[in-house]
């Protein structure tokens, strides 16, 4: 199973949630099993390192810094992933149309919003919708990479699950 994380610029949340996925699918013993990498929808922080924010939390929380350089999906990339999950609603639309006009016809990954995954959506019907969106910790201040880095830990146990062959 490819698992690609998709945010706005792949400084942040899919960095951080690929990061805590992998240490999760290690753990899990299924490496061999499941690649994970991300995305981001813009190339505004292209080859840009991860936030030093987002790194920062990762760190106090027990989890390795990725050496990671942002980079921007491509459409005729797509095809190459099973799974593509999206941060927000927004992203989720940026890759429908990316996927429509990759390989119209052929193989496309399914698409998925990151928080169907997360306990407190169960409730919520699948796909996009704005209750689902993982608000962009880079407009606000630590606080809010802790508060995003939880909903990714919280949600990491069902997404390995799920990927799980």
Known sequence: MR????????ICRS???????????AAGGLSGAVRVDSAGVSDEEHGNPIDPR???VLRAHGHGVPDHRARQVRADELADWDLVLAMTSSHYAA?????DRARPGGRAPEIRMFRDFAPQCAHLPEGP???????DPWYGDYGDFVDTLAVIERSTPA???????
Not at 3 to 9: I, S
Not at 159 to 165: A, C, K, S
């Open 129 to 135: 919708g704005r209750d689902k969106d993982l608000p």
């Open 3 to 10: 698992v690609l994380m998709v945010c706005t610029g792949n």
């Open 54 to 56: 987002a790194a920062r």
């Open 15 to 25: 960095t951080m949630a690929h990061q805590v996925l992998d240490e999760a699918v």
């Open 95 to 99: 890759l429908s149309r990316l996927r």
């Open 159 to 165: 997404l390995v699950d799920y990927v799980r062959p």
